[in-house]
């Protein structure tokens, strides 16, 4: 099992908190979340979670999330938008691929980015943007080799998932070479 574990300390800013837990997949997330987390196997670790007061669980540093990632661990070269900072979860992989010539970071919740940012690893391959993926209004030719949307769609103003899957698609491909919806 392969896991990227982050550095960002316990901290709450507005709605947003990072929280942390120590324990396995039976005690981690009845102790962050308040109940079991099915299908989720985590070994005795130390884990590191963002949460929101009206979300909850919204990104972690665990074994199961860097499975979701598998795509962009395989896909990312080049130029790389990422839709949501998260954990800064991605930051290091990125970073030290030598494949990837620039991350470009699109977080809409300043308060997650004053928790994590400091924190999490970067060079200057980074671009940190403070926008809506949704509102962002692209440069004039914008292109990146591969495109990652794993944002927190519950917060999105488009009533459904498959709608929101829909409206990225239609904004961003034919600015993605590749790019994974999530």
Not at 12 to 29: E, F, L, V
Not at 68 to 74: A, D, T
Not at 159 to 174: E, R, V
Request: with cysteine; hydrophobic share 35%.
């Amino acid at each position: 099992m392969n896991r990227i574990k982050v550095n960002i300390p316990i901290g709450t800013s507005g709605k947003w908190s990072i929280r942390k837990a120590t324990g396995d997949s039976n005690t981690i997330y009845t102790d962050i979340l308040g109940s079991p987390c099915g299908g989720k196997i985590e070994p005795y670790d130390d884990y590191t979670f963002l949460f929101h007061d009206d979300i909850k669980f919204v990104m972690s540093d665990t074994y199961s999330e860097y499975a979701e990632h598998q795509p962009l661990w395989s896909g990312a070269t080049g130029d790389v938008l990422i839709a949501g900072l998260g954990v800064g979860y991605v930051n290091e992989f990125l970073m030290n691929n030598e494949n990837v010539t620039s991350i470009t970071i699109i977080e809409k919740n300043q308060d997650v980015i004053d928790l994590v940012w400091p924190y999490c690893p970067k060079n200057v391959k980074f671009t940190l943007i403070n926008e809506d993926i949704e509102n962002w209004t692209l440069p004039n030719n914008s292109h990146w080799h591969f495109g990652w949307f794993d944002s927190w769609t519950s917060e999105s103003n488009i009533d459904s998932y498959q709608s929101y899957q829909q409206f990225i698609q239609n904004k961003y491909q034919t600015h993605c070479i590749q790019y994974r919806l999530l």
